[in-house]
């Protein structure tokens, strides 16, 4: 079984966290992720950019970052992996939604995907559509469009 923790730092606590966590759950079991811990943070841009900032020398605030763990832990008679933390900036989402032209439910979820892809070890070099981890990320947007976080 999959967990997902969510916390909120330097912003309002969003209604939608739950929902934001179900997605995420989603995303795993559709990715046939088993036995996988991850968290996900919801923050402002300031965090975000000290983020940036400390661990990939970037002084800016981005959108997504991902934070590799990759532990198996034993628990009992099996075994759990915990993956990492996924953090969003709420603030970077919105303003890529109106960027995009895309409704912020949809940003988000991209993001909440992205962070997860980059969890499971895939990366990219750049933003082409045509790389295969944002073609893969685009799949399962498509895959969960009936879902709903906010």
Known sequence: MNEVSIECRDIEEPSWLGAAETFALKVLDLLGLRNWSLSVLFCGDDFI????????SKDEATDVLSFIMGENVEEGDHKRYIAGD???????????????SVEPDEELKR??????????????????????????QES??????GERIL
Do not use: C, T, W
């Open 49 to 56: 950019q000290s983020l940036n900032r400390e661990y990939r």
């Open 111 to 136: 993001l909440l995907i992205h962070g997860i892809l980059h969890l499971s070890g895939k990366d990219h070099e750049n933003n082409d559509e045509s790389q295969p981890m944002l073609a893969e």
């Open 140 to 145: 399962i947007l498509a895959a969960l469009k």
């Open 86 to 100: 996924v953090v969003i900036s709420v603030p970077a989402m919105e303003r890529n939604a109106v960027e995009f």
